[in-house]
């Protein structure tokens, strides 16, 4: 299995809202990453996981409140959000570890439309 | 810091032209290039990755080749389709910050029939 899964596919949510991103991935990886796109940009890192841990945080808003309950979850969980956090939300996975040869694979993304 | 910087697009070609989306980038170490691919509301699929100078990257037809001399990356194809049609991000990382991949700006390319 050499898929990385992301649920919902479309996903939204007023301001006042609470919702949740999952991914999900079994090719034994020890990294996570959670990344915004916009419209034409590339991709934005938000939070890395590594070995479980949080290892990066890209100086991201609280109200976005990223968790990896296990080595093959992650998820992301969103409060009070504003439109302009309306975005493609992509999730990733590698090998894990300081090897920068370690290819990222990537979910087909969660299509996000805050009101 | 470490950049990365992609031909401005978009690129439209007809199919079975020859294609090359240029990249080039800055890095403080010895980094490894990538090449993804974004098809219309999907996520990023690698298309090919060089890990040192001189390997050559390639799959489904595309090459690219790492150049350290001229600190390039430029992606090739001999005869494009129009399912080719996407976004290309070049994009490096290096042991400085193996978790980071630093992406160009992306090419956006239209195959026409």
């Known amino acids: 299995d050499t898929e990385v899964t992301q649920t919902p596919k479309h996903l939204v949510m007023g301001m006042t809202n609470k919702k949740s991103l999952k991914c999900e991935q079994h090719?034994?990886?020890?990294?996570m990453y959670w990344y915004k796109q916009k419209a034409k940009k590339p991709p934005e890192l938000m939070f890395v996981?590594?070995?479980?841990?949080?290892?990066i945080n890209e100086s991201v808003p609280s109200r976005f409140s990223p968790e990896c309950p296990n080595s093959s979850l992650l998820n992301l969980h969103l409060h009070a959000l504003q439109p302009e956090d309306s975005a493609l939300y992509l999730c990733?996975?590698?090998?894990?570890?300081?090897?920068?040869?370690?290819?990222?694979?990537f979910g087909p993304g969660t299509r996000l439309t805050v009101l | 810091g470490n950049s990365v910087t992609q031909m401005e697009g978009p690129v439209t070609l007809s199919e079975e032209a020859f294609l090359t989306i240029n990249c080039t980038y800055t890095a403080t170490g010895y980094p490894s290039l990538f090449w993804y691919v974004q098809y219309p509301g999907e996520g990023l699929q690698l298309l090919l990755k060089?890990?040192?100078?001189?390997d050559k990257g390639s799959n489904k037809g595309f090459e690219a080749t790492y150049r350290k001399e001229t600190t390039s990356f430029h992606l090739e194809k001999g005869s494009v389709q129009v399912s080719d049609s996407a976004v290309y991000f070049c994009a490096l990382t290096d042991i400085q910050g193996a978790q980071k991949l630093v992406f160009g700006q992306g090419t956006r390319l239209t195959i026409n029939p």
């Open positions: 090719m034994g990886h020890r990294a």
């Open positions: 996981y590594s070995y479980e841990k949080l290892s």
């Open positions: 990733a996975s590698s090998r894990g570890g300081t090897d920068p040869r370690n290819e990222q694979f």
């Open positions: 060089a890990t040192k100078a001189d």
